[in-house]
């Protein structure tokens, strides 16, 4: 494909999922992948297109239609092994702003059999969640939760697709450093932002007695600025677990684990802006977490989104 090629979030004409590649120059022909080695296709300050499974990653999870991703960094040339802790930064950077911004992201599967091997295009996934946790080296590794995108969704995203071009289109694709291989990189240029088009990001608001319970505790009021969100069917607030359901964080739906939280409030508990001591105490935002003496939350569960959400976080801003 030309160098001078937008970026383009979401689906490529032509390519549906299954299609298959017989190596890393094709997806790059294809426009499936604008890198032919880098893992992650992004450009600096507007997001990733794509990312391509190829297992050099030992962290990674692969479950189909969930995708517990590793980010770029710390893994040396020689052995392939994770020799030192990545960071919130480049490429890795660009997969939280997926997130954030709600843009899609292609995902292409190397496959082995035998002695062969060739790529094979999964479709479009939705970036949930991003956090830190040691690896199995024991280093740290930003960690990436990808959820394929349903078919409806997908039809969407090709429809806004030629309206995504122009996010990063100023800016440069990241490349493996040292490489003496063909590279798919635009030449460097100077940074300028990149431009911004409206996104939405899907968030599950789960209802369960445990969070009825939280709610109606507070009165609606959230545990953080107090604020009590008013609408025509009556008050309204979310429940934020403090140790995330579902695989791999498997925090419990139980009263000890969840706050309330305006919706704000509960975005920025989620994307590790701010985490709560032990003893209430907000890190990150001024004040103290509002309590009840019903509502007693267990430090385990604290200490586990300090550990993988609000510090690695925190660090990465540089606070």
């Known amino acids: 494909m030309p160098k001078s090629s937008p970026p383009v979030f979401g689906p490529i004409a032509g ?3 299954g299609h298959e590649f017989a190596n890393r120059l094709e997806l790059w022909g294809a426009g499936v992948h604008r890198q032919t080695q880098a893992g992650i296709s992004a450009r600096q300050g507007g997001a ?22 590793t980010g770029r960094g710390g893994r040396s040339a020689e052995t392939n092994q994770q020799v030192a802790d990545q960071t919130l930064t480049g490429a890795n950077l660009e997969l939280v702003r997926n997130e954030q911004l709600g ?91 990149a431009p911004r088009r409206e996104a939405t990001t899907l968030r599950i608001v789960r ?15 959230c545990q953080v600025c107090s604020t009590r969100l008013e609408g025509a069917a009556g008050p309204y607030a979310e429940a934020a677990h403090i140790q995330p359901l579902g695989a791999p964080h498997h925090g419990p739906d139980i009263l000890e684990n969840v706050l309330c939280l305006c919706p704000n ?12 001591a032990d003893d209430g105490q907000l890190l990150g935002l001024p004040g103290a977490l509002q309590l009840h003496k019903k509502h007693l939350l267990n430090p385990v569960f604290l200490a ?6 609000y510090q690695p976080n925190s660090e990465a801003r540089g606070k």
Request: with cysteine; proline share 4%; aromatic share 12%.
């Open 103 to 193: 843009l899609p992201l292609r995902v292409t599967r190397k496959v082995t059999t035998g002695s062969t091997s060739f790529y094979r295009y999964g479709g479009l996934y939705r970036v949930v969640r991003h956090w830190a946790a040691p690896g199995r080296a024991g280093f740290r590794v930003w960690r990436f939760r990808l959820e394929l995108l349903t078919e409806n969704e997908a039809a969407i995203e090709a429809e806004a697709a030629p309206a995504s071009v122009a996010v990063g289109g100023q800016a440069e694709l990241f490349e493996y450093a040292n490489s003496g291989h063909l590279s798919a990189a635009e030449p460097a240029a100077g940074y300028h932002p």
């Open 265 to 276: 409030h509960h975005v920025l508990f989620d994307l590790g802006s701010f985490g709560v």
């Open 304 to 309: 586990y989104q300090r550990a993988h959400f």
């Open 48 to 69: 990733a297109e794509s990312i391509v499974l190829s297992g050099g990653y030992e962290d990674d999870e692969d479950f189909g239609s969930i995708i517990i991703y």
């Open 207 to 221: 209802d369960t007695a445990v969070t009825r319970q939280v709610k109606l505790l507070h009165d609606y009021c």
């Open 15 to 17: 390519i549906a999922p």
